[in-house]
């Protein structure tokens, strides 16, 4: 069974207006619709790191409750850590700069989880990629923060981005698990949920 052929009994619906979740997911092949909707944020202050990027795709799954009785819904959610500090998206220029001397010369955990949703079934599950960069002096830093914008990017920057062809030496694990869509694991489980439906 090729998932394209049966997506065609249940439509999904991507809930994330990524560009580069967009972008991944049609890479795919899968055909889908974009929805989005606004949704708080917040995990529980004793929440594991491990456990905040599923969690937050779980919230924004809900908020698609209504949708999920007649489409399948996904959504995604990346969270970056250096120990178990989480870093979000940086506001400024000055937090994207305190952000990134955090990860310089070390090695940092890019976690994304999943949510799909369909009816009464949730699938939660998280991917999870250890990059580690250069040691990187400010000018270097401050440079790609005034090219790059990565305001939008949880620890500010983003794998397909400039910083990483000059400052990343290795990653352990999906490459677009870091990019923020762990292509394989959402293969799979889309593919596990339709063969279900046959």
Same mark, same amino acid.
């Given at each position: ?8 009994? $249940? ?10 979740? /967009? ?6 092949? *899968? ?14 202050? %004793? ?12 919230? #924004?799954?809900? &908020?698609? /409750? &209504? ?9 995604? %959610? ?10 979000? #998206? ?11 001397? *955090?990860? &310089?010369? /070390? ?12 009816? %009464? ?18 000018? $270097? *830093?401050?440079? =790609?923060?005034?090219?790059? #914008?990565?305001?939008? #990017? ?30 394989? *694991? $959402?293969?799979?489980?889309? =593919?596990?949920? =339709?063969?279900?439906?046959?």
């Amino acid at each position: 069974m090729l998932l394209t052929h049966a997506m065609q009994t $249940v439509p999904l619906i991507l809930g994330s207006g990524s560009p580069r979740r /967009k972008q991944l997911l049609a890479d795919t092949g *899968l055909k889908f619709s974009v929805l989005t909707k606004n949704t708080n944020e917040d995990w529980p202050a %004793d929440l594991p790191t491990d456990e905040i990027a599923a969690y937050l795709a779980n919230k #924004k799954a809900t &908020a698609f /409750k &209504a949708e999920a009785q007649q489409s399948i819904i996904l959504t995604a %959610d990346t969270v970056v850590c250096v120990g178990d500090k989480v870093l979000n #998206k940086a506001e400024t220029h000055h937090q994207a700069l305190e952000m990134l001397r *955090l990860l &310089a010369g /070390k090695t940092h955990q890019t976690y994304t989880g999943i949510c799909i949703r369909y009816q %009464d079934q949730v699938i939660n599950a998280t991917a999870v990629a250890d990059v580690t960069f250069a040691d990187m002096p400010d000018e $270097v *830093l401050n440079h =790609y923060i005034n090219t790059s #914008k990565p305001f939008d #990017k949880a620890g500010a920057y983003g794998i397909q981005d400039w910083i990483s062809l000059v400052g990343i030496t290795e990653i352990k694990g999906s490459y677009y698990t870091v990019m923020g869509l762990p292509t394989h *694991l $959402v293969y799979a489980e889309l =593919y596990r949920l =339709y063969a279900s439906l046959q």
